[in-house]
T-cell receptor
């Protein structure tokens, strides 16, 4: 398996623009997680899905952020409109649901909002 | 809710042992994990320990778990420059469906 795939790897955009980050989890995994990492706030869990259903979105910072998982092999995280404080590395991770929760992380998308 | 805390920085000399510490609050934690993040990459599982164990050894890595004090440590023997990275402590329990991560400890290994 190729592991968790994220695209794009880097995104530079201007304030106010819409940004869409994409993730393909490992085949067979039924849990998917979106994280944000910054120097100031560390690693934050934004939202996670189990069997394509959002379970906990309490980490989503504002209504400007939305996430979808239309099927088991694809998820998106959208920011509309984007702001400079959204600049961060966004990670997607997948796992098999259960007490043992080893998560497999993608390489991340580095987002810069000017 | 669950909380996992770890010190932010550790600096050691090449060849010394490194010890990274972590405390957690969830008394129902089932598994505890150590992840490693190298520059420009995502986190990758390094090792884990089941909550009914108090020690696990894997080559240069030793994990110690004190369940009473909710304290987890990772010891890296003969630390090498390639061990320089951010190390994250995490825990999960049967019902959560997710893991709770600490903020990460940046390990710097000086030659």
């Amino acid at each position: 398996d190729a592991g968790v795939i994220q695209s794009p790897r880097h995104e530079v955009t201007e304030m106010g623009q819409e940004v869409t980050l994409r993730c393909k989890p490992i085949s067979g995994h039924n849990s998917l997680f979106w994280y944000r990492q910054t120097m100031m706030r560390g690693l934050e869990l934004l939202i996670y899905f189990n069997n394509n259903v959002p379970i906990d979105d309490s980490g989503m910072p504002e209504d400007r952020f939305s996430a979808k998982m239309p099927n088991a092999s694809f998820s998106t995280l959208k920011i509309q409109p984007s702001e400079p404080r959204d600049s961060a590395v966004y990670f997607c991770a997948s796992s098999l649901a259960g007490a043992y929760n080893e998560q497999f992380f993608g390489p991340g998308t580095r987002l810069t909002v000017l | 809710g669950e909380d996992v805390e770890q010190s932010l920085f550790l600096s050691v000399r090449e060849g010394d042992s490194s010890v990274i510490n972590c405390t957690y609050t969830d008394s129902s934690s089932t598994y505890l994990y150590w992840y490693k993040q190298e520059p420009g990459a995502g986190l990758q599982l390094l090792t884990y320990i089941f909550s009914n164990m108090d020690m696990k050894q894997d080559q240069r890595l030793t994990v110690l778990l004190n369940k009473k004090d909710k304290h987890l440590s990772l010891r890296i023997a003969d630390t090498q420059t390639g061990d320089s990275a951010i190390y994250f402590c995490a825990e999960s329990n049967t019902n959560a469906g997710k893991s709770t991560f600490g903020d990460g400890t940046t390990l710097t290994v000086k030659p």
